[in-house]
Each structure stands twice: as structure tokens, then as C-alpha cells.
Nanobody, 116 residues
Framework: QVQLVESGGGLVQAGGSLRLSCAAS????????MRWYRQAPDKQREFVAQ???????SYAESVKGRFTISRDIALNMMYLQMNSLKPEDTAVYYC??????????WGRGTQVTVSS
């Protein structure tokens, strides 16, 4: 199991940028992949981006070309660089990690609000 803490959320203007961070602790060597999810009010939690141990990445179609997921292995950190933000990106963003157990480990989330 790992513990995850998100940070970097806030209020930004449409077209602006924001960088989210996820700090991992605990049994970090067991992590197979890490993901960002988001959840807007009255909507289901949706996948945003993924990074695997080999460094390969994948993105939801809605954020492809605007968001970039990355990691710093030495610092046990994962990042989500968000550019060209839109009001529809407004949501609570969650960091998640797979450690080989059936369920993911989750952070508590960080709020991102994009104004028109």
C-alpha cells in the first residue's frame, strides 16, 4: 500500500496553466502504474492520464495535447501539467496508484477551478 497526497490545485482563468503534484510514500517500489482521475460535481469520476513504470503514458481524449503526465522517481513524485485549460476541466483531481492489489490506492484530491 502507498499513501498519496495531491497538491497544486487552484483557480485559474480559461486558457491558463496549472501543475498538479502527487507525492507518494510507503511501499512505493510496488507501484505498477499511476493515474490521474477527475470528478466534477454530479458526474462520475473519469480517467485523465496514466504513466506506467516503463515511462509510457496515455491520456483521455478530452485532454490529449493539453495535459502532460510525468514523474520524478528520485523524489517519488508524479505531476500533471495542464495547459490551455477550459471551464469543463473544473473538477477535483485525484492521484491513484496500482500496487498489484485488486484495488487502487487513492489520494484525497485537489480542487481545480477554471473560470470563463
Amino acid at each position: 500500500q502507498v499513501q498519496l497526497v495531491e497538491s497544486g490545485g487552484g483557480l485559474v482563468q480559461a486558457g491558463g496553466s496549472l501543475r498538479l503534484s502527487c507525492a507518494a510514500s510507503g511501499r512505493i517500489f510496488s507501484i505498477a502504474f499511476m493515474r490521474w482521475y477527475r470528478q466534477a460535481p454530479d458526474k462520475q469520476r473519469e480517467f485523465v492520464a496514466q504513466i506506467i513504470t516503463d515511462g509510457s503514458t496515455s491520456y483521455a481524449e478530452s485532454v490529449k495535447g493539453r495535459f502532460t503526465i510525468s514523474r520524478d522517481i528520485a523524489l517519488n513524485m508524479m505531476y500533471l501539467q495542464m495547459n490551455s485549460l477550459k471551464p469543463e476541466d473544473t473538477a477535483v483531481y485525484y492521484c491513484a496508484a496500482s500496487t498489484g492489489r485488486p484495488s487502487l490506492d487513492w489520494g484525497r484530491g485537489t480542487q481545480v477551478t477554471v473560470s470563463s
